[in-house]
């Protein structure tokens, strides 16, 4: 599995954009960039993913460089309830039936100031 | 909507025990999965099925074994439960690759 490197921990204040960075310079291009996040004592919730462009949802905005060897995750107001741990996570969908296992890494641990 | 349910959310079992973890979607997603998370790591994947009558193993299967009898329904069994499964199990589902996963909110289980 191609593999990305996340920071182990941020900090944002509330109410103020958070960008998220995520290196994955081995991705092929199949691989497509998953974002989930993780509250406390919760399980994973599906954020964004992306192949090439970049995309937007309700949540977040997911910027892919244009060599798509990093991506950054951006949240546009954080607020309290926007502490998590973050995963970025590669799929490849061209791999047969380890297209379906999303690798978790550690993740990048998000605390929000008030 | 209740999205992916699991039960029980708590489980104490002895050790030889055997017990089997429920896990119900009513999205009607074709896809599902089971995973484990161990303290302060990330997730690794146990078991998968991509419809009713087809599972597959995932990365840790030793000590589990699954069923999909229905679109709906997905549980884990653990036969003769050991220290080493103490863990938070999560079930997840989806309709196909590459959109995103609805996971259930855990079960924590013990094996003392």
């Avoid at chain 2, 599902?32 to 990330?42: E, I, L």
């Avoid at chain 2, 329904?73 to 690759?97: H, W």
Wanted: charged content about 15%; proline content about 5%; overall charge neutral.
């Amino acid at each position: 599995d191609a593999k990305t490197t996340q920071p182990n921990s941020m900090e944002s204040n509330e109410e103020e954009p958070v960008h998220l960075p995520c290196n994955h310079s081995t991705i092929s291009g199949t691989d497509y960039i998953h974002w989930y996040r993780q509250l406390p004592s919760q399980g994973p919730e599906y954020v964004i993913h992306g192949l090439t462009s970049n995309v937007n949802n309700r949540m977040a905005s997911l910027a892919i460089a244009e060599d798509r060897k990093s991506s950054t995750l951006i949240l546009h107001r954080a607020t309290l309830r926007d502490a998590a741990v973050y995963y970025c996570i590669l799929r490849d969908l061209n791999s047969g039936g380890s297209n379906y296992k999303l690798t978790f890494g550690k993740g990048t641990l998000l605390t929000v100031n008030p | 909507n209740a999205g992916v349910t699991q039960t029980p959310k708590f489980r104490i079992l002895k050790i030889g025990q055997s017990m089997t973890l429920q896990c119900t979607q009513d999205m009607n997603h074709n896809y599902m999965y089971w995973y484990r998370q161990d303290p302060g790591m990330g997730l690794k994947l146990i078991y998968y099925s991509v419809g009713a009558g087809i599972t597959d193993k995932g990365e840790v299967p030793n000590g589990y074994n699954v069923s999909r009898s229905t679109t709906e329904d997905f549980p884990l069994r653990l036969e003769l439960a050991a220290p080493s499964q103490t863990s938070v199990y999560f079930c997840a589902s989806s309709y196909y690759s590459p959109g995103g996963y609805t996971f259930g909110s855990g079960t924590r289980l013990t094996v003392v």
